[in-house]
C-alpha cells in the first residue's frame, strides 16, 4: 500500500489558518486522498477526500498538487475544538469494486493555542 | 440522521472468555468496517462487510470474526480472549464499498481483558 508521510506535531495560533502538509511520493493513479482527525477519547471523524483537484467543504479545503505527491488540509481559522490529531491516508480501489481499508499511520498531532 | 452507534460502550472480560460487540450503521448506509485501536499498534483494520458478505480482512488470527446482517447492523465476535485484545473497537459505515466514500465512525467499545 502507497504511504503517507505527515509531520508528528504542529502548533496554531487560535483564529488563524493552520495548513497541515501530507507527502505521499509513491500515490497511484486510483488512491484516493482521505483525512480523518481524532480528538481524544473518541473514533476518528472524517474531514475531507479527494482524487485530483482541490475540494472544499465545511470543515476544510482539500489542496492537492499537480502530480499528487503531495497534500495540505487547510483549516480556515483554527479552534480550540481543532486540536486533534490528523490523519492523511490513501485509499485504493480494488477490482472487486471494493477498498482497501484505511491504514492509519501516526498521523499529526495538532495543537491550537488560545 | 442518527451516527453510528455501538453497543456496549465499555467492557471487561476475563481471558478465555469470548465477547460479542455489535455496531448499527447511519441509516442507509451498507457497508460496516471494523477497526481495532491499541496505543502500541495504533489504528488498525479488522474486516469490512458489504450486503451481508465479507469484503476485505485484516491481518487478525481466526479468533476474530464478523457478520452483517440484512439490516446492515453488524457484529464482532472475539474467541478465547487474550490480554493483547484489549483495545478501543471501532465501528465505521460507509454508504457503500469503495475508495471514493467517506466513513463515519462511531464512539467506540473499550475491551479490557484481565
Known amino acids: 500500500d502507497a504511504k503517507t508521510t505527515q509531520p508528528n506535531s504542529m502548533e496554531s495560533n487560535e483564529e488563524e489558518p493552520v495548513h497541515l502538509p501530507c507527502n505521499h511520493s509513491?500515490?497511484?493513479?486510483?488512491?484516493?486522498i482521505h483525512w480523518y482527525r481524532q480528538l481524544p477519547s473518541q473514533g476518528p471523524e472524517y474531514v475531507i477526500h479527494?482524487?485530483?483537484s482541490n475540494v472544499n467543504n465545511r470543515m476544510a479545503s482539500l489542496a492537492i498538487a499537480e502530480d499528487r505527491k503531495s497534500s495540505t488540509l487547510i483549516l480556515h481559522r483554527a479552534t480550540l475544538r481543532d486540536a486533534a490529531v490528523y490523519y492523511c491516508i490513501l485509499r485504493e480501489s480494488i477490482s472487486s469494486g471494493s477498498a482497501r481499508q484505511l491504514t492509519f499511520g501516526s498521523g499529526t498531532q495538532l495543537t491550537v493555542l488560545p | 440522521k442518527a451516527g453510528v452507534t455501538q453497543t456496549p460502550r465499555y467492557l471487561i472480560k476475563t481471558r478465555g472468555q469470548q465477547v460479542t460487540l455489535s455496531c448499527s450503521p447511519i441509516s442507509g448506509h451498507r457497508s460496516v468496517s471494523w477497526y481495532q485501536q491499541t496505543p502500541g499498534q495504533g489504528l488498525q483494520f479488522l474486516f469490512e462487510y458489504f450486503s451481508e458478505t465479507q469484503r476485505n480482512k485484516g491481518n487478525f488470527p481466526g479468533r476474530f470474526s464478523g457478520r452483517q446482517f440484512s439490516n446492515s447492523r453488524s457484529e464482532m465476535n472475539v474467541s478465547t480472549l487474550e490480554l493483547g485484545d484489549s483495545a478501543l473497537y471501532l465501528c465505521?459505515?460507509?454508504?457503500?464499498?469503495?475508495?471514493?466514500?467517506?466513513?463515519?465512525f462511531g464512539p467506540g467499545t473499550r475491551l479490557t481483558v484481565t
Open positions: 479527494g482524487l485530483t
Open positions: 509513491t500515490i497511484s493513479g486510483t488512491d484516493y
Open positions: 465505521a459505515s460507509s454508504p457503500t464499498s469503495g475508495a471514493s466514500y467517506e466513513q463515519y
